[in-house]
């Protein structure tokens, strides 16, 4: 593929070319005429006729339309990448992450250790809820009233 910075020359490059034979299209012709024509002679003497600078005149300006067309949408494309880079960047993917630095070995940093139930706690609790009734049914036991 084409590099953005490539594409975005070329297409200034059709551009300028359409904006030169909107503006002059006699000299336009001339010099087309010239460069396409290198192994004849006298192709300076030659005399575009009216019809065929109006042509240049109109291709120029659809050259001029498409060239800018072109680097418009190139613009919107790179602004819409660089915005969904940044979107992806700040995604949450539900994982809390804590930034490290060196402060660990000074021991200044804050105690995070988190105490987490152990599964014998959650099968007691599930053991006293099941003997006792469904959820919401108000006939539910507390660890007080077993007492």
């Known amino acids: 593929m084409i590099p953005a910075g490539l594409r975005k020359v070329a297409y200034a490059s059709i551009a300028l070319k359409g904006l030169f034979a909107t503006v002059a299209p006699r000299l336009s012709a001339r010099i087309a005429a010239t460069m396409s024509l290198p ?10 006729t009216d019809w065929y600078v109006r042509a240049v005149r109109a291709t120029g300006v659809g050259m001029l339309a498409a060239g800018g067309t072109a680097l418009l949408l190139e613009s919107r494309a790179e602004a ?5 880079q940044d979107a992806a960047d700040a995604t949450f993917d539900g994982i809390d992450r804590i930034d490290t630095d060196d402060s660990a070995e000074d021991g200044d940093a804050a105690d995070l250790s ?13 053991a006293d809820d099941d003997g006792a009734g469904g959820e919401g049914d108000g006939t539910e036991t507390s660890d007080a009233a077993d007492e």
């Not at 192994?39 to 575009?48: A, D, I, Q, W």
């Not at 819409?80 to 969904?84: K, Q, R, V, W, Y």
């Not at 988190?114 to 599930?126: F, K, L, Y």
Request: aromatic share 4%.
């Open 80 to 84: 819409a990448s660089e915005d969904d």
């Open 114 to 126: 988190v105490d987490v139930g152990t599964d014998d706690e959650t099968d007691a609790d599930a």
């Open 39 to 48: 192994g004849f002679e006298n192709t300076g003497e030659l005399e575009p």
